[in-house]
């Protein structure tokens, strides 16, 4: 797999930084930049650790996940998951 180090985005009039991406995997052909633009996400609205803009569509950011549960992740977040439901069954009701 091809790896492109860092990335720096800059203004080339001024020498001011716009982003800096850190280990970029798939390597990045170099391509010129006709239109610089940006979008503002929510602090919370996106996790980087467990998913990944690929384009932008309309203004709007295409996002999937990256994350893959281990089998022991898997086996305790479905026991999580039958605890709550035996609870609420107990309860008879939502909790």
């Known amino acids: 797999m091809d790896k492109t180090g860092t990335r720096v985005f800059y203004d080339a009039a001024n020498g001011n930084l716009v982003a800096t991406l850190h280990r970029v995997f798939g ?8 239109q610089l633009e940006y979008l503002d996400i929510g602090f919370d609205n996106f996790d980087p650790m467990t998913h990944e803009i690929v384009s932008v ?13 281990s089998e022991e992740e898997k086996r305790i977040r479905e026991l999580e ?3 709550l439901l035996q609870a609420e069954n107990e309860v008879g009701g939502i909790l």
């Open 27 to 34: 390597g990045i052909e170099r391509q010129p930049i006709e």
């Open 81 to 83: 998951d039958a605890l």
């Open 57 to 69: 569509e309309n203004g709007q950011p295409v996002i999937v996940s990256i994350y893959q549960e």
